[in-house]
């Protein structure tokens, strides 16, 4: 199976900062990944998709990148309704895997 | 909009098996995969399978064969999902989420604890 290392695991941050988390594939996955965003109780969102596209309904200050096997998810000017856990997942190859999460907190 | 409606939450024995559904509307149902996934407190997401209710194909992830079997009723637009064999391991919130390659939209999860 493709392991997806998130990192970090935990990420204190204030509002209005900007914040980056990162999955690293172990394989080539080429941009199918997908960032999901999950609140305490809820189902997870989707964010991202293709690796940089902004799902239906997200907002501007959302994005995802590519570096080789280096997929991120940028935040800019966070707010507090962002605090959240945010994971990846890749659906290059059976069986799709998640990222291990990133918790999202105010500093 | 699209919704997926999940059965509510299990209490089930050890030894015992389960079916959970979820109910689908807002879009064409058999137009997109139906994925299935499992969260245990503090382990992340795993990938359980999917099943295409078009044509009933279904592909499961190795590690959940013969724990997990994904059918699908056209005629209510309702995909379930039966685990058997129960453990303690079982214990989890189980989604259903529709998708092509990968889960992109979500039902609300349904809590199974298994516990005698």
């Known amino acids: 199976d493709i392991q997806m290392t998130q990192s970090p695991s935990s990420l204190p941050a204030s509002l209005g900062d900007r914040v980056t988390i990162t999955c690293r594939a172990s394989?080539?996955?080429?941009?199918?990944l997908r960032w999901f965003q999950q609140k305490p109780g809820k189902s997870p969102r989707l964010m991202i998709y293709g690796a940089t596209n902004l799902a239906a309904g997200v907002p501007s200050r959302f994005s995802g990148s590519r570096s080789g096997s280096d997929y991120s998810l940028t935040i800019n000017s966070l707010e507090s309704e962002d605090m959240a856990i945010y994971y990846c997942?890749?659906?290059?190859?059976?069986?799709?895997?998640f990222g291990g999460g990133t918790k999202l907190e105010l500093k | 909009q699209v919704q997926l409606q999940q059965s509510g939450a299990e209490l089930v024995k050890p030894g015992s098996s389960v079916k959970i559904s979820c109910k689908a509307s807002g879009y064409t149902f058999t137009s997109y995969d139906m994925h299935w996934i499992k969260q245990q407190p503090g382990n992340g997401l795993e990938w359980i399978g999917w099943?295409?209710?078009?044509?009933?194909?279904?592909k499961y992830n190795q590690k959940f064969n013969g724990k997990a079997t994904l059918t699908a009723d056209k005629s209510s637009s309702t995909a379930y999902m039966q685990l058997s064999s129960l453990t303690s391991e079982d214990s989890a919130v189980y989604f259903c989420?529709?998708?092509?390659?990968?889960?992109?939209?979500w039902g609300q999860g349904v809590m199974v604890t298994v516990s005698s």
């Open positions: 394989q080539d996955i080429g941009n199918y």
């Open positions: 997942l890749q659906h290059n190859e059976y069986p799709p895997t």
């Open positions: 099943i295409y209710p078009g044509n009933g194909n279904t």
């Open positions: 989420a529709r998708g092509h390659g990968g889960p992109r939209d």
